[in-house]
């Protein structure tokens, strides 16, 4: 029963996407299964280079559960997970785990950009709500934006482009740029490569090495002989602790001002010294000054007994997401226009990592932090850009 009504109504919904036709759906729906537990699809990666990551969304968003008494808009909640590793070739079937086997009221995920444009396709096909706690591909909330596709995390152009200026107005004019050949790796040095040469600055080099590997040897030792003013990477997880590690016992940590996104410096904690000097934008930082950042920190060291990190927020607050919009609609799944209606109007005054609030193509308009790694922390030496939006370019919702 629950699966044929929430098929029906994903069909009605995308009939309306297309046809424009405004169906208003009668509030009593079929009551039963508002009162039936709400079943949210956990789809991250839980091992591998993102496994990390996958975990620390996974654990944020319980949290905001359990803060919430484990209900949404009175309902009590349903886990079900499916792991989505990080290879896009299985990004469709295993949506379709959650989607079609598994019924879901909502999907949260994925971490990595490919793996996402499969996420998307089934997300707009079924008209799905999809929460993304953190991949950035950019046309999520560009040209394949959707009223059921909602964003907690970043576009993959927000920190990058916010790092340029930084980096053009400290001196440097010439950068070899340095990512894994995927989507999210071009698009973080390309939202960096083009603001900084808007700005005068020349990329000297881009080096693209593939997914996942931490080879770096070979493209460390190219980077010294060409010996440029800084060099501007994107790796996360696993791979960003290795080429930290790789950068300095290079000794070019020495000798070449490193830039990045946040992600580099995540998990910096016990590589010591390494790492100083390093310059990084970010949405949150350990160290912003607001009583919700202090709170959450300390609920997730006590429930998880594990530093909070990026990652654990933007799963927090893809959580909060729900339990608010939840809340809003009394817990009634069945009329999916208003719930996506309440979701977007959800405003995170009380996010850790200071308020912000959707824009109209779904993505977060949010502060860019500027970090620098001393002694061994992340310290927040300025703000690189404010209320950031990105440019929704082509996103019907947007214009
Ligand atoms: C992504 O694939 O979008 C991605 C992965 C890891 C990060 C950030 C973005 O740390």
Known sequence: RDFCLSRGLGDVYKRQLVAGVVLTLGMGGNVQANEDPVKVGFFLPYSGTFGHLG???????????????????????EIVTVPSGANPSNAVSNMQKLISGENVDFVLGPVHSGVAMGALKVARQEGTILVIPNAGLNVATRQLCAPNIFRTSFSN????FSMARPAYESGVREVVTISWRYAAGEE???????????????????ILIPFPSVDFQVPLTDIASIDPDAVYAFFGGGGAVKFLKDYAAAGLNEN????????????????GDIANG?????????ALDNEYNRAFIQA????????????????????QLLVKAMAEVDGNTTDQEALVEAMGKVTFDDSPRGPWK????????????????QNGQNVVIGVAAEALEDPATGCAMAQ
């Open 278 to 286: 390093v310059r990084t934008t970010l949405h949150w930082n350990p």
């Open 256 to 271: 070449v001002q490193l830039l990045s996104t946040g992600f580099l410096t995540d998990s910096i904690a016990g590589l």
């Open 300 to 319: 997730y060291k006590e429930r998880f007994n594990e530093e909070a990190s990026i990652y654990s927020v933007q799963g927090y607050d893809a959580g």
């Open 55 to 77: 975990q620390g969304i996974d654990n944020g968003i319980r949290l905001a559960f359990e803060q919430a008494g484990n209900k949404l808009g009175g309902r009590d909640i």
């Open 157 to 160: 152009w927000q920190p990058d």
């Open 188 to 206: 973080h040095l390309g939202g960096f490569e083009e603001e900084f040469e808007r700005l005068g600055g020349k990329v000297v080099k881009r």
């Open 358 to 373: 959707f824009s109209k193509a779904h993505n977060p308009i949010q502060n860019m932090y500027l970090q620098e790694v």
